[in-house]
């Protein structure tokens, strides 16, 4: 069994930092890739910012130079720093890896996090 626990979300005003955080546990033989999702009230969810394979990072257009994504494979966790938050960035912020178990080796595994609510308001 696999669990990602999120921690770091909150109310910020706009021009604010957070940073969140996603901590994998369980039986994991190797993590392939961890990443950040978000979902606004009234749309889907969308991908922030992910980290496919070592040394690839992906950003969506609307947080690139302002979030930054970055791991610490020792500890198998994942993290987002945000800077400079606009109110278009509230949403619920999700953890997502794609994980090869213990129990099943061989294959890769889709895991989620249960969500921390960003909040950008003055």
């Known amino acids: 069994q696999v669990q990602l626990v999120e921690s770091g979300g909150g109310l910020v005003q706009p021009g604010g930092s957070l940073r969140l955080s996603c901590a994998a546990s369980g039986n994991i033989f190797s993590i392939n890739a961890m990443g950040w999702y978000r979902q606004a009230p009234g749309k889907q969810r969308e991908l922030v910012a992910n980290?496919?394979?070592?040394?690839?990072?992906n950003y969506v257009d609307s947080v690139k130079g302002r979030f930054t994504i970055s791991r610490d494979n020792a500890k198998n966790t994942v993290y987002l720093q945000m800077n400079s938050l606009k109110p278009e960035d509230t949403a619920v912020y999700y953890c997502?890896?794609?994980?090869?178990?213990?129990?099943?080796?061989?294959?890769?595994?889709?895991?989620w996090g249960q969500g921390t609510q960003v909040t950008v308001d003055s």
């Open positions: 997502n890896a794609k994980i090869v178990t213990t129990t099943v080796r061989g294959v890769q595994l889709n895991y």
């Open positions: 980290q496919p394979s070592i040394g690839s990072t």
